[in-house]
């Protein structure tokens, strides 16, 4: 079975601090993997995906596949990345399957 | 220019009724999603178009449930005598290919059934 879990459904940290979002996946074949983010009243759009190993607003997640992991991470948060972040994996090369999701929360 | 547009932004329907769901990808995309959002979760996918045909309908959660693109461009979301739990955001996504392209997503169809 194909599934994504986001363990956590709400993270809070301060402003400066690093930030870990975490993201297991459970797929059999070679997955695809991304972070999806909605800001506020946005829609949803496409952070980060594993192949491209970019570092987007300062955001990088690496692609763990012993651990089954796609883990998002940030030295230092910026009140600006308050979010819904989404993990998402894609098992072939059409859909896309997501986690439940994580609201990332900065505070000042 | 334009991103993938979905009208209306909300619906509210009385249970049992009928209702569509439309979704205007971004020009030139063969590639064309339906995904639904419950609260509190992330989305699901319902159906995959590549072009007028339904490539994959495989999460389309029972017959009620349908949908067309017939020009490969605008694609309607169809549900029949619809219930409670039906209710949720609906959102479509499009992309160039298919494949590997990265998929644009609209702004959803808040769906309340009544």
């Known amino acids: 079975a194909q599934r994504v879990t986001q363990p956590e459904k709400l993270l809070s940290v301060f402003k400066g601090a690093p930030v870990e979002l975490k993201c297991n996946y459970s797929y059999s074949g070679s997955p695809e993997l991304f972070w999806y983010v909605q800001y506020s009243r946005q829609r949803l759009q496409l952070l980060l995906r594993?192949?491209s190993r970019e570092s987007i607003k300062g955001f990088t997640a690496d692609l763990n596949k012993g651990e089954t992991s796609f883990h998002l991470k940030k030295p230092f948060a910026q009140e600006e990345d308050s979010a819904m972040y989404y993990c998402a994996l894609r098992p072939g090369a059409q859909k896309l399957v997501f986690g439940q999701g994580t609201r990332l929360t900065i505070n000042p | 220019g334009a991103g993938v547009s979905q009208t209306p932004s909300n619906k509210v329907t009385e249970k049992g009724k009928y209702v569509e769901l439309r979704c205007d990808p971004i020009?030139?995309?063969?590639?064309l999603y339906w995904y639904r959002q419950s609260l509190g979760q992330g989305p699901e996918f319902l159906i995959y178009?590549?072009?007028?045909?339904?490539?994959?309908d495989s999460g389309l959660p029972n017959d009620r449930f349908f949908a067309v693109r017939p020009e490969g461009s605008v694609s309607t979301l169809k549900i029949q005598r619809t219930e409670r739990g039906d209710s949720a955001v609906y959102l479509c996504?499009?992309?160039?290919?298919?494949?590997?392209?990265?998929?644009?997503f609209g702004q959803g169809t808040r769906l309340t059934v009544v």
């Open positions: 594993h192949i």
């Open positions: 020009s030139g995309h063969t590639a």
């Open positions: 996504a499009s992309s160039s290919e298919g494949g590997r392209t990265e998929a644009f």
């Open positions: 178009f590549q072009g007028t045909g339904a490539a994959d």
